[in-house]
């Protein structure tokens, strides 16, 4: 079955510095990619997500990134601030799939 | 926006109890889910729920699992008899469109068995 690795487990920047975060697949036939951001004591909200037919995906400050040949996809993050603090999975799915298979999640943390 | 509502916030339970985990999907939405976290681990698949039937579950979802949508709006995942390894944030989604694969998760039931 699917297996996602997710690197790294924590990363801290200042704030206004950008934050990337690295996704790796072991099914190729896995074309759903979606990013989750999850805060302290609440569900994990949809923050961004790609499919296997775009490269690269941006929405203002977040954009993703995904090479199907390597197997792996990257979450971009610019101009970070305080409030992006939080813990960050991804996941992947094949099409008419029910299930998501979750990485292990980042903790970042943005300093003031 | 619309959202998925999650009951109770916090249970905790005697081991061997049943427990009832309740939740109120998006209301237009076909295909229904239920996710575990045990804390500090990443977000596992438990089962999947579509035409009121399952649709997919995992190892994870045992015998001692089971899910209901007992009437058009709710839809339930009972543990029959708790375990300590039981106890985990437990998470309920949603999504539409067949294939759309964009799930709407609840803001979770943390179940601790003692």
């Known amino acids: 079955g699917e297996n996602v690795e997710q690197h790294p487990s924590t990363l801290s920047v200042q704030e206004g510095d950008s934050a990337v975060i690295k996704c790796t697949y072991s099914?190729?036939?896995?074309?759903?990619f979606p990013w989750y951001k999850q805060e302290l004591g609440k569900g994990p909200q949809l923050i961004i997500d790609?499919?296997?037919?775009?490269g690269e995906k941006k929405d203002q400050r977040i954009a993703v990134t995904l090479n199907k040949t390597a197997k792996h996809f990257s979450l971009h993050i610019t101009e970070t601030q305080p409030e992006d603090s939080a813990v960050y999975f991804c996941a992947a799915s094949e099409y008419n799939t029910d299930k998501l298979i979750f990485g292990t999640g980042t903790r970042l943390q943005v300093f003031p | 926006e619309p959202e998925v509502t999650q009951t109770p916030s916090h249970q905790v339970t005697q081991m061997g109890q049943e427990v009832i985990l309740r939740c109120v999907p998006i209301s237009n939405h076909l295909y229904f889910y239920w996710y575990r976290q045990i804390l500090g681990q990443k977000v596992e698949f438990l089962v999947s729920f579509y035409n009121n039937e399952i649709s997919e579950k995992s190892e994870i979802f045992d015998d001692q699992f089971s899910v209901e949508r007992p009437d058009g709006s709710n839809f339930t995942l009972k543990i029959r008899s708790t375990k300590l390894e039981d106890s985990a944030m437990y998470f309920c989604?949603?999504?539409?469109?067949?294939?759309?694969?964009?799930?709407?998760f609840g803001a979770g039931s943390r179940l601790t068995v003692l």
């Open positions: 790609i499919r296997s037919n775009v």
């Open positions: 989604a949603s999504s539409g469109p067949p294939g759309a694969n964009v799930l709407t």
């Open positions: 099914d190729s036939a896995s074309n759903y």
